[in-house]
């Protein structure tokens, strides 16, 4: 998606240079086109020999060093760029774009691009919070710039604290998801959409309980991918070990019955509904307080059916688009064909999760999508972010009235 598209890296001097060579390299691993322009202070920390490399380009640095004369340089940059990325952002910087400052090739370059600049800021944590910095950060958001927060943790000035610059693959991220967002739109823009994720936990005592091998990276995906195409994106989770997707308003729950209790909570707001979590299909009847003891050589522990989530919500549905999903081993039509048509769905994603590269904990899938019309779409092992795409893109089609 960033294939061809001109990026022009603006690295101050910090520490986190070091991480602008790893962004660099990621870039144009990912196909675009980079350039970089280096304030003096950045090359005290690496040299721009160094971004040379990684970008393939000329690295700029000083103002009246022009190589074309055919152009003004710093001209000849701003306007090149599709996207102008200023990481690290040091205090320093943001202080001087804030007031308009133009004294070296960096920022005399972005005080003359016309293109979208994303900041991000990398300091010390009370640098950060200084209240003058705090400004500066707002009259440029309030100019239309856009930041890329600092995340917390461990600073090179040995405080822990937010400060440090975001790490290059959540750039990367982000980046790809401007253009994506530039090339496709937001088909999806202010439709609401609720995912269900992950397993449930079903407790035994305070130490046991049963669960299932859900990861939550299948409708991680849905989340993120549904966010991306512009929805207002909720995600229900059960306990997964996986960072939440950004951009996603997130509701963690641990049972059945707490998925029950929020899923039906949101319902009546939603326009789509994909409920691709592995919800436990019995509970002990009996929870204890405190931690049985292995008293017998033998334990019956008395299940009970959980509230089935989906089926009540075919039965309660109005307009709303119901998606489920089929976790199989065997009969994989049959029982996804059964469970479209006893719980009112309008898709269902079948997988058999004994297919290797499908199904629980993977990377990717193998699924076959079904309609009401039980026309079916069977789909190549892809990754789970592809299944996601695809299953949306269906989505879309019966939000649109349109059947395939
Ligand atoms: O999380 P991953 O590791 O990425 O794995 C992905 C996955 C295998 C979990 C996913 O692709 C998947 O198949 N999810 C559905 C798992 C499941 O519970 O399937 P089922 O056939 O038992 O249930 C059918 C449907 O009813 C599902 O949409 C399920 O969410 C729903 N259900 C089930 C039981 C219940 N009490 N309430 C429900 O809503």
Redesign the pocket.
């Known amino acids: 998606m960033i294939t061809g598209r001109k990026i022009l890296l603006c690295v101050s001097g910090g520490i986190a240079v070091y991480k602008a060579a790893a962004l660099t390299s990621k870039l144009i691993q990912a196909g675009a086109e980079v350039k970089v322009i280096m304030s003096d202070s950045a090359m005290e920390f690496v040299s721009p020999l160094t971004f040379q490399a990684l970008s393939r380009n000329d690295v700029f640095f000083d103002t009246f060093d022009e190589k074309n004369s055919k152009v003004i340089a710093h001209i000849d940059l701003a306007d090149w760029a599709d996207l102008v990325l200023v990481a690290p952002a040091t205090a320093n910087i943001i202080g001087k774009l804030a007031n308009g400052i133009a004294d070296n090739m960096l920022t005399t370059t972005l005080l003359a691009t016309t293109a979208k600049v994303w900041i991000a800021p990398a300091m010390n944590v009370h640098m950060y919070d200084n209240p003058a910095v705090q400004k500066n950060i707002q009259t440029l958001f309030e100019y239309g710039y856009e930041f890329i927060e600092p995340s917390e943790g461990f600073l090179a000035c040995g405080y822990i604290g937010k400060g440090r610059l975001e790490e290059p693959e959540k750039i990367l991220a982000l980046v790809t998801n401007y253009f994506e967002k530039q090339e496709y739109g937001e088909p999806l823009k202010n439709v609401k959409v609720l995912i ?5 936990r079903e407790k035994v005592d305070p130490v046991r309980y049963f669960t ?10 849905i989340a993120e991918e549904a966010a991306k195409l512009g929805a207002d994106v909720t995600l229900i989770t059960g306990p ?1 070990s996986i960072e939440f997707p950004s951009s996603v308003h997130v509701i963690a729950v641990e049972s ?1 019955e707490d ?2 209790q929020e ?1 039906m909570n949101y319902f009546p707001k939603t326009d789509v509904i994909i ?7 019995y509970r002990p009847v009996m929870t204890y307080d405190q931690k049985m003891k292995k008293d017998h050589d033998h334990l019956v522990i008395e299940m009970e ?9 075919g039965r309660q549905k109005t307009d709303q688009i119901l ?6 081993t065997n009969d994989l039509e049959q ?2 064909k059964k ?1 479209l048509e006893s ?1 009112n769905l309008d898709l ?4 058999n ?1 004994t297919t290797e590269g ?5 990377d990717t ?1 193998i ?1 076959t999508i079904y309609d009401r019309n039980l026309a079916k779409t069977e789909l190549p092992l892809m990754s ?1 972010t592809e299944v996601a795409r695809k299953l949306l893109e269906k989505v879309h089609c019966l939000l649109k009235g349109v059947h395939e």
């Open positions: 269900t994720a992950g397993p449930t299932n091998h859900s990861s939550g990276k299948m409708g991680y995906a997964t059945a998925m029950y899923v409920k691709s979590a592995a919800v436990a299909d059916k959980t509230t089935d989530i989906l089926k009540e919500l998606v489920g999903f089929a976790a199989e029982y996804a469970k719980k269902i994603v079948a997988n999760i499908a199904g629980f904990g993977t899938n699924v789970k």
